[in-house]
């Protein structure tokens, strides 16, 4: 199983940044998938996340009307679209596939927001 995150780096503030996660080795379509970030510092936090199916949708207060998560299971891949950054966004961003029993993590990507 691998989950790959890509896309992070240094942004100013209000500015916007995509994050992708591929992933192989489990079946993408049957997971709900979802991001995480850390802070230096601090506890890993849940972001946002996207069912399986459905694509049902769930965001963290801090992210909603900014983050826009979107899954394409033809290419295995989750995303994360982030809009209007600001500092307090800085942080470690992580990738996550659930389904009961199971629960795979990526290695993480930096993003920096900074003037």
């Known amino acids: 199983v691998q989950l790959v995150e890509s896309g992070g780096g240094l942004v100013h503030p209000g500015g916007s940044l995509r994050l992708s996660c591929t992933t192989s080795g489990f079946i993408f379509s049957w997971y709900q998938m979802s991001w995480y970030r850390q802070a230096p510092g601090k506890a890993r936090d849940f972001v946002a996340l996207i069912t399986n199916a459905g694509g049902d949708t769930v965001y963290a207060d801090s992210v909603k009307g900014r983050f826009t998560i979107s899954r394409d299971d033809s290419k295995n891949t989750v995303f994360l679209q982030m809009d209007n950054l600001k500092p307090a966004d800085t942080a470690v961003y992580y990738c996550?596939?659930?389904?009961?029993?199971?629960?795979?993590w990526g290695e993480g990507t930096l993003v920096t927001v900074s003037s």
């Open positions: 996550n596939a659930w389904r009961h029993g199971d629960d795979y």
